[in-house]
């Protein structure tokens, strides 16, 4: 399922700025320059197995047809990674914290093929990608997974026309080559 009701916009081109993600692109919905596309739950489109890549892939080729080339498009995942990463599964705020058992190398896998993607997928699209990095949450044990989830993107050189937005101290820096 992808929705979003705003897909034709009248602003101009440079402002206009889809927003390719998880719930996590409702937050960006009362500013006007944003125009989010909900593809679907986190635990669906994330980048810790392949198969969840696949099914991301299938609603970027579905958006490839809907969206212009050119666009401005800010992809926005990443924080159902770092969650899963904590090893408790998708809703760790249901379980005793004291039993997090982190998967510490799944920050680099998720990151790692992420960066894959976006060069997969900018062949194919003709899109300005940009990435959104992952914000913090309120689970401390999380946020170290998010830094580190961020830090790893933003350290990959993969494509010039991929810019790496860190959000982490309330202000967005551009970052990347």
């Known amino acids: 399922m992808i929705t979003n009701k705003r897909l034709i916009v009248t602003e101009p081109e440079f402002l206009k ?7 996590h692109v409702r937050s960006l919905s009362t500013n ?3 125009f989010p596309i909900y593809i679907g739950s986190g635990n669906a489109h994330c980048f810790v197995s392949f198969d969840r890549i696949y099914n991301l892939l299938e609603k970027i080729l579905y958006l490839k047809r809907l969206i212009p080339i050119d666009s401005n498009v800010i ?3 990443g924080e159902p990674d770092t969650r ?11 379980k005793n914290a004291s039993k997090i058992n982190v998967r510490n190398d799944q920050p680099e896998v998720s990151a790692f093929r992420l960066i ?11 899109w300005r990608i940009f990435i959104l990095s992952v914000p913090p949450t309120q689970c401390q044990e999380q946020i170290s997974l998010i830094k580190r989830y961020n830090s790893i993107i933003k350290k990959m050189n ?5 810019l790496i937005l860190i959000s982490f101290k309330g ?7």
């Open 116 to 126: 894959k993607f976006v060069d997969l997928i900018s062949k194919i699209v003709k």
């Open 158 to 162: 993969v494509l010039t026309i991929i």
């Open 84 to 94: 899963y990463a904590l090893g408790m599964g998708w809703r760790p705020w249901e």
């Open 17 to 23: 700025f889809y927003v390719i993600g998880d719930s």
């Open 171 to 177: 202000y967005w820096v551009k970052m990347g080559n």
């Open 75 to 77: 992809l926005f995942f």
């Open 32 to 34: 006007r320059n944003f």
